[in-house]
């Protein structure tokens, strides 16, 4: 069976740093890529990151360089670490990750940046 559990979000100033997990279990860790997405109520859901099956990554245009993703195959965990964050990054962060079969998504983590 598979899980796809997301954690790391919070309530966060502007200008602050955090990090957000997902672990995926019950599929082929090392052929998925991974993606975070986000979506807040005024918007649709949009691509944060994505990294690939061999690492390669790619990012929204609005991140202008302030997240970092990577993922550690033995602990089948990706990583979003973001920094200078701001009030318009507020959102539920989805974790999708992508096999050969099918497609999966968590439940989401909070994010809320505000002072």
């Known amino acids: 069976q598979v899980h796809i559990v997301e954690s790391g979000g919070g309530l966060v100033q502007p200008g602050g740093s955090l990090t957000l997990s997902c672990v995926a279990s019950g599929i082929n860790f090392d052929r998925a890529a991974i993606s975070w997405f986000r979506q807040n109520p005024t918007n649709k859901r949009e691509l944060v990151a994505v990294i690939g099956r061999s690492g390669g990554t790619n990012y929204g245009d609005f991140v202008e360089g302030r997240f970092t993703i990577s993922r550690d195959s033995a602990k089948k965990t990706v990583l979003l670490q973001m920094t200078s964050l701001k009030p318009e990054d507020t959102g539920v962060y989805y974790c999708?990750?992508?096999?050969?079969?099918?497609?999966?998504w968590g439940q989401g983590t909070q994010v809320i940046v505000s002072s």
């Open positions: 999708n990750v992508m096999t050969d079969m099918d497609d999966y």
